[in-house]
């Protein structure tokens, strides 16, 4: 098994230009978190998907970001137009199902800097 | 405003000590769920505790959870350099907030050999 990939791992960008960041989650998992850590505050949900619908995405910032995921293999997570207060570390995370049990799997992350 | 608080925020030890860090909250939790971090890597699941006054012991760490499911602690036994990471607690939520995970911000445990 593979885990849970992102990509790029690192990306650099110009303020005010658009970023991309990719996940695949495991295969099986129908539940997929966006996570964005930084050291100021931690390690925060900007969104969660359960079965390729989004089910909270109130941890998303503001109308610059925006995440989809399409289908039950793939999602991004959008910044347009990107900021230098978005240099964090953004990880993916899937889960086999919600509840007190479920453990989240954790991709590598994709480290953000917005000069 | 962090809803779990992790004490303390940084500890650096001997190798051969012993360590307790903890993980509190005024809210209660379905689950409390530990993951260690390591620099570049993404957070991983040590252990999962869901009753009220739960002990699980995974080799020299031993993980308890509160009677009344709102805080936790985590003990390191004789630590080990391999110990050294990022120790986050997050508490899983229940009814409208089922399956979120709530994060504190982790205790950063370096262990000298």
């Known amino acids: 098994d593979a885990g849970v990939i992102q990509s790029p791992r690192h990306e650099v960008t110009e303020m005010g230009q658009e970023v991309t960041l990719r996940c695949k989650p495991i295969?099986?998992?129908?539940?997929l978190f966006w996570y964005r850590q930084t050291m100021m505050r931690g390690l925060e949900l900007l969104i969660y998907f359960n079965n390729n619908v989004p089910i909270d995405d109130s941890g998303m910032p503001e109308d610059r970001f925006s995440a989809k995921m399409p289908n039950a293999s793939f999602s991004t997570l959008k910044i347009q137009p990107s900021e230098p207060r978005d240099s964090a570390v953004y990880f993916c995370?899937?889960?086999?199902?919600?509840?007190?049990?479920?453990?989240?799997?954790f991709g590598q992350g994709t480290r953000l800097t917005v000069v | 405003t962090q809803l779990l608080e992790q004490s303390p925020q940084f500890l650096s030890i001997q190798e051969g000590e012993n360590l307790t860090v903890y993980c509190n909250s005024s809210s209660v939790f379905s689950s409390l769920q530990w993951y260690r971090q390591e620099p570049g890597e993404g957070p991983v699941l040590l252990v999962t505790?869901?009753?009220?006054?739960e002990v699980k012991k995974l080799k020299r760490l031993t993980f308890q959870f509160g009677d009344a499911r709102k805080d936790s602690s985590l003990h390191i036994t004789a630590a080990q350099p391999g110990d050294t990471g990022l120790y986050l607690c997050a508490g899983a939520g229940r009814g409208s907030t089922l399956g979120r995970l709530y994060f504190g911000r982790g205790t950063q445990l370096t262990v000298w050999p």
């Open positions: 995370a899937s889960s086999s199902r919600l509840g007190a049990r479920s453990e989240a799997f």
């Open positions: 295969s099986g998992h129908n539940s």
């Open positions: 505790v869901v009753t009220g006054g």
